[in-house]
């Protein structure tokens, strides 16, 4: 499959891999014939920059996203990822990653989840959703029953509860979604979150037990101000967009779906103001 820009973080990695990508859909195809696209002159000037040892200026850039025929947001994408990648302050990367979080969260394909209780609240119907974006997969009743660990009559209730929410939709004799990923607005108290994530916790809980190569659990314990603790929130946030953009994928061959939970919550108070009086 032909690498996608969007989901690299390193440009060179990136420009590595379509260069293989390209010999192996075409034998014939070499720094020499790919210079030559480019109009560059030196076929080794062109491998050492795709090597990381020499670095891409703008007119490298126009190129390549000439050559690439990349769209818009794919271009965006390349050229601020060249900025990225050759950043040489630690400031200058944070500011052109956070550029990258924006291009990705622009290009997520999203529909608000509205009915949000009905959804959340049994957890088959978000998994559901997300297996029904697989195009290579297998929608049998039995498949999908197998696959999510789940009776065939759950999973044709499923299927008749996304189809009237209008989250999914039957075309020759495939059901398709209408949007890819979903999103629900982050409402303290609903009703809908809260069964959603307690569910959830549990399922976490049961995951214990299985093999070490298919789960992590991570423990970190971080003394934070109210500042901070924002600043956090906003930091996982974009790494939550971040990791969606770059694990998303049409095909399910070779694949298992993952479910990822972030948890993160105070284990104690907050100091007290210690009140200094003297008696004369």
């Known amino acids: 499959m032909k690498p ?16 293989l990508f390209c010999k ?32 891409i200026n703008e007119k490298m850039n126009r190129a390549f996203i000439h050559n690439l025929s990349f769209d818009k ?17 630690q400031e200058s990367k944070n500011l052109f990653g956070k550029k990258l979080i924006q291009l990705l969260k ?4 999203q529909i608000e989840i509205e009915a949000e209780f009905e959804f959340l609240s049994n957890p088959l119907l978000p998994r559901l959703h997300v297996f029904l974006t697989f195009q290579d997969l297998d929608q049998s009743l039995r498949n999908l029953a197998w696959l999510m660990g ?14 009237e929410m209008k989250l999914i939709e039957l075309k020759n004799n495939r059901y398709t979604t209408l949007k ?16 959603f994530y307690r569910q959830n916790l549990e399922a976490a809980q049961s995951a214990i037990d299985l093999p070490p190569e ?12 109210h500042e901070e603790f924002k600043l956090f929130i906003t930091n996982l946030n974009q790494f939550a ?12 061959k070779d694949r298992r779906l993952y479910q990822a939970h972030f948890n993160v919550f105070p284990v104690s108070s907050e100091a007290q103001s210690e009140v200094l009086s003297s008696t004369l």
């Open 106 to 109: 622009n290009d997520l394909d």
């Open 180 to 195: 890819k990923t979903f999103k629900v607005p982050e409402q303290f108290g609903n009703l809908g979150l809260s069964s």
């Open 214 to 225: 298919q789960r992590r659990f991570k423990s970190l314990f971080m003394p934070m101000n």
């Open 24 to 55: 192996k859909q075409f034998p014939g195809f070499s720094y020499d014939t790919w210079a030559q696209e480019l109009h560059v002159n030196d076929k080794s000037y062109l491998r050492m920059m795709v090597l990381g040892k020499r670095p």
């Open 4 to 19: 996608e820009v969007i989901k690299y973080l390193n440009v060179y990695q990136y420009l590595q891999d379509y260069y």
């Open 150 to 163: 789940s009776q065939e009559s759950e999973i044709e209730a499923g299927l008749k509860k996304l189809t």
């Open 73 to 89: 947001i794919e271009a965006d994408y390349f050229s601020t990822l060249v900025q990225y990648t050759q950043s040489k302050t």
């Open 241 to 252: 967009t971040e990791q969606l953009a770059l694990f998303s994928s049409d095909e399910y």
